[in-house]
Structure formats: structure tokens, C-alpha cells
């Protein structure tokens, strides 16, 4: 298939009307335009799904979206359409873009052509993290709190037989019960540790980037990031960043409405002011607060918070370096968020060569 | 919400699923998303509570126990929202007036898919 084909293919489809949302019918599991994500068996589908997906969003999802669509047919096969649908509100896949959607429907049509997943998530410079996932994925380990057993029902009360827990490093005081859900293959729990600093240089996952120690911290951004945490993989070793929850004698303000379900990656629902930072504007200022740490929805593509940190004079700065970063970029977000790092002309650039290189 | 409403459902706890997003009681034809401060009240008095499901702060395990009890209403009104179960068990959330703290869904009648039949926020 030509590129050209395939923007027609998609025009005609995107005219039937555009699915932003998981769908469950009796064909399967739909979103974007039209396009079939699962079928009502996924067996041998696995890594064609975190694919596709992963090719949309343009980063890795996490191998439990396997476990929510795996239960929302088996829900759909037993005539429960209801809780079925329903059920795939827990993938929180943010509403798909005309973009995302593009992408998807290009994904889908390059695999039917014979490319493989790990090809095609190279080939547009993918992470293929998700596939690496998938072939250590065991959908029998658990991830959540349940059951009626008295060791469960509390948040983050250890490390169960999901797996070791991680280390958790923080600045500035000990930690405790810290909540960290549960990402990807590896559970993380939370646990109280002494604080202490990372090295300068530690390399800080998804993306790598090295932690500036905190005693090296711009002296603008050292007040509000000595609330960050990192916590360590014991399988993978990896460090990743998170933030302390909550910070004792912050203030506490809302910045949007409506938060938890259907909350975007911009509607963060909270900013907490640490002390020493400038006080948050009066609640019917009708001011957004822009000192602090703002918190944004729970992040299926990295299985981390989102998060934006701004230092007293309402810059953005990064979490991992204290450096002032430009408010728009997707360094104003950590995790790195994914959609605004990846536009749609490099998109477009790398997908066409994927097609004329066919 | 100016005066109260009052849903007169039966249904079994069929599961809880807790995330940071929220608490979500499974009642097949009625589940509730539960997204702030929750009690969960025995017959004889004695409470639990979830402090926060954005926090993750609080005990789940009096929600565990209900599985398999049968709900026999739900109340809500500026103050509060309340699920009752034929033992008179009692779930609470009060209203603070600040986020939006409960969801209600239902089949939709045509389709029967999920439609929120009540969705509380601010007063």
C-alpha cells in the first residue's frame, strides 16, 4: 500500500465517524477509525495490540491493557455488555487525537502487511519496550490489592508475591507509606527507607536522563524538588523518579475541576506549595497557582504520575536536573510526555518512509 | 444538587476494584466510581474509612467483606452520598463541595451501554 492510499483508506474511514474511546461490539474492541484493535480472542494478537497501541501514542503501554481487554471480552462473551464496556474504562487510555488515530490505522494496515511489531516500533524509532514486556509478562502475577486475605486491602502494604519491592530514595526526611501503583511487569510498593541523595550522574528511567543531586540543584528549584523520591527496580536496576505524597505543611490547592476519570494529561487536579515557596493566589483570584509541583492523571504510557514542577519565579523546571525548561516543551512534563515530543510532520516523515521503502 | 435523590436498586457486590482514580463498586446492573473520602459504617457502629483514593490513604479490607451483600438503595443530597445494604451496612461519602466525588452508572436503556446516571460535584 502507498501512503497516499493509505491517508485515502483513513479519510474514508475517519467519515464513518471516529472512535476516541475504547469500544467493545461484536466484531471486537475498536478505536480510532474504525480500527479493529482486538477481535474477541486475543490469542496470538498480544504484541500486534501493545503495537498498534504503542505506535499511536507513540511510546510503550504497559502489557496490562492485555488483562483489561482480556476481561472486557470475556465480560462482552458473557452477555454483559455493560460491565464489559464499562470495564475498559480502566485501560485510561487518554481520548484518542485525529493524529493518534492516523497513526493507529497506519500501524494496523503495516502489520497486515507483513511487518513484524519489533520491525515497525524500530522502524519509527520506538522504544520496543512494550514487546520486551510482553515476553516477560506473566498475566497471573498480581498487581493490585484484593481479595479477602489479611495481608491485603491496604494500599501499598509491601511487596506480596508480586515481586521484590523497590528501593525507595528520598530528600530531605524518611519516607513513609509512600503509594506507588503498580506499573508495568514490575509491582512497586511502597516502603520506608532513611533518606539519602543519588549520585550526580544517576541515570533516571524512562528516558535516561542523569539526576543532578540535590545539593547541586539550581538554588531556585532546591526548596520545591527536595520532595522528590526515586525508587529503585530490584529486577531491572533501573532509577525512576516520583514525588512524595503529601507534603506535610504544603498547601493544597485545585486547579481544575474535575479530576480521575477522563482527566487529561493537562487537567491536573492538584499543586501543592512546599513550604518556603511563594503562597498559592487566593482561591476565587480566579489565578492558576504557578509555583510548586502539579500533578496531572495517572499515566498508562509510562506507568508513572505526570507531573509539572515550576520554581518561585513560576518557571518550568525539570524534576531530574532543577534546570528552567521552556513551559510548552515536553520537558515541562516528567515523565517526558510522549504525545507532545513526537509532531505529527516527524511522525508523518517516518511513517511515509516506512511505506515508500515498501 | 437542591434536594436529595433516592435510587431503589437491589444488587450483589459482585467485586471492588481500587486504583488511584477511584474506588468502583461492581453491582452488575449498577456500578459506582467512589473518588473521595469514604466510610464504610457496620450495623453495630464501627467505621472504616478510605481518607483518600487520590493518596491511596486508608483500609480497603471493610470494602472486601461486602462482596456478595445485596445494596438496597442509594442516597444523595447536598451533603452526602450514601449506599445502603439490606444488612444495613452503610458507605458514606461526604460532600466537601471541592471535587467531583461520585459516579453512577447504569445500562443505558437502548444500547445497554454505560451511561452515568448521576455524577456529583460541586453544589
Not at chain 1, 322 to 349: C, L, M, Q
Request: proline share 7%.
Amino acid at each position: 500500500m502507498r501512503f497516499d492510499d493509505l491517508e485515502a483508506r483513513f479519510a474514508a474511514r475517519r467519515a464513518q465517524g471516529l472512535r476516541r474511546n475504547l469500544e467493545i461490539t461484536d466484531e471486537g474492541v475498536l478505536l480510532g477509525a474504525g480500527t479493529l484493535l482486538a477481535g474477541l480472542a486475543l490469542d496470538g494478537e498480544e504484541a500486534r495490540i501493545l503495537t498498534v497501541l504503542s505506535v499511536a501514542f507513540a511510546c510503550a503501554v504497559s502489557p496490562q491493557i492485555l488483562d483489561i481487554l482480556g476481561k472486557a471480552i470475556a465480560l462482552w462473551k458473557g452477555g454483559e455488555k455493560f460491565r464489559a464496556q464499562l470495564h475498559l474504562t480502566y485501560a485510561r487510555l487518554p481520548p484518542l487525537t485525529e493524529e493518534q488515530a492516523f497513526a493507529l490505522c497506519a500501524a494496523d494496515e503495516l502489520l497486515k502487511e507483513g511487518m513484524t511489531p519489533r520491525a515497525l516500533m524500530k522502524g519509527l524509532g520506538l522504544d520496543p519496550a512494550a514487546l520486551d514486556a510482553l515476553e516477560k509478562y506473566n498475566p497471573d502475577q498480581p498487581r493490585v490489592p484484593a481479595g479477602n486475605g489479611s495481608a491485603s486491602g491496604r494500599w501499598g502494604s509491601g511487596g506480596g508475591a508480586g515481586g521484590a519491592a523497590p528501593k525507595l530514595i528520598g530528600h530531605g526526611r524518611a519516607l513513609s507509606d509512600i503509594s506507588v501503583k503498580p506499573a508495568g511487569p514490575t509491582v512497586q510498593v511502597a516502603q520506608s527507607v532513611t533518606a539519602r541523595d543519588l549520585p550526580d550522574g544517576t541515570p533516571v528511567a524512562p528516558y535516561g536522563e542523569r539526576v543532578v543531586s540535590f545539593k547541586n540543584l539550581p538554588m531556585n528549584a532546591r526548596q520545591i524538588l527536595q520532595y522528590r523520591v526515586f525508587s529503585q527496580d530490584d529486577v531491572t536496576k533501573e532509577w525512576r523518579i516520583g514525588m512524595d505524597l503529601p507534603m506535610p505543611e504544603s498547601e493544597v490547592r485545585k486547579t481544575k475541576k474535575t479530576r480521575g476519570l477522563g482527566a487529561g494529561i493537562d487537567d491536573s487536579g492538584l499543586v501543592f506549595s512546599p513550604p518556603g515557596s511563594p503562597p498559592l493566589p487566593d482561591e476565587n483570584s480566579g489565578k492558576e497557582p504557578q509555583s510548586g509541583v502539579r500533578y496531572g492523571n495517572w499515566n498508562l504510557y509510562t506507568g508513572q504520575p505526570y507531573f509539572k514542577v515550576f520554581n518561585d519565579d513560576a518557571q518550568a523546571i525539570s524534576p531530574i536536573t532543577g534546570r528552567t525548561v521552556p513551559r510548552k516543551s515536553p520537558e515541562a512534563h516528567y515523565p517526558v510526555d510522549p504525545v507532545r515530543s513526537w509532531t505529527g510532520s516527524a511522525f508523518n516523515a517516518l511513517l511515509h518512509g516506512l511505506f515508500g521503502g515498501r | 444538587m437542591s434536594k436529595s435523590v433516592e435510587i431503589v436498586r437491589s444488587g450483589k457486590l459482585l467485586q471492588v476494584e481500587a486504583s488511584r482514580q477511584e474506588v468502583r463498586l461492581d453491582f452488575g446492573k449498577v456500578v459506582v466510581g467512589l473518588l473521595a473520602y469514604v466510610e464504610i459504617i457496620a450495623p453495630d457502629g464501627g467505621s472504616n474509612t478510605i481518607e483518600d483514593v487520590w493518596e491511596c490513604k486508608g483500609n480497603l479490607n471493610a470494602l472486601w467483606l461486602l462482596i456478595g451483600r445485596h445494596m438496597t438503595k442509594i442516597v444523595m443530597d447536598e451533603d452526602s452520598f450514601r449506599l445502603t445494604f439490606e444488612d444495613g451496612t452503610l458507605i458514606r461519602c461526604k460532600n466537601r463541595k471541592d471535587f467531583d466525588f461520585v459516579k453512577v452508572w447504569e445500562p443505558e436503556y437502548e444500547t445497554g451501554y454505560p451511561t452515568v446516571i448521576h455524577y456529583l460535584s460541586q453544589a
